[in-house]
C-alpha cells in the first residue's frame, strides 16, 4: 500500500507544480538547442586545432 500512497502524494504534488506556458517553452527550447550547438561548435574547433597541432609534432 505504500506505492498506492506514493503515487497518489506524486500526483498531488504534480498538481503544484508551474508549468511554462507555450512562449515561455519555446524560449527555453531556443536556448537549450543554441546553447548545445555553440558549445558542439566550440569542441569541434578545439579538437581540429589540437589534431593539426599533434600532427606537425609527429609527421
Same mark, same amino acid.
Given at each position: ?8 502524494? $506524486? ?5 503544484? %507544480? ?13 536556448? $537549450?538547442? %543554441?546553447? $548545445?550547438? !555553440?558549445?558542439? !561548435?566550440?569542441?569541434?574547433? %578545439? ?8 600532427? !606537425?609534432?609527429?609527421?
Amino acid at each position: 500500500m505504500k506505492a498506492v500512497s506514493f503515487l497518489k502524494n $506524486v500526483s498531488r504534488e504534480m498538481k503544484k %507544480v508551474s508549468w511554462p506556458g507555450k512562449q515561455e517553452l519555446y524560449r527555453y527550447t531556443v536556448t $537549450v538547442v %543554441v546553447t $548545445v550547438v !555553440l558549445i558542439a !561548435l566550440f569542441f569541434t574547433v %578545439v579538437d581540429f586545432g589540437i589534431s593539426q597541432i599533434l600532427n !606537425l609534432f609527429f609527421d
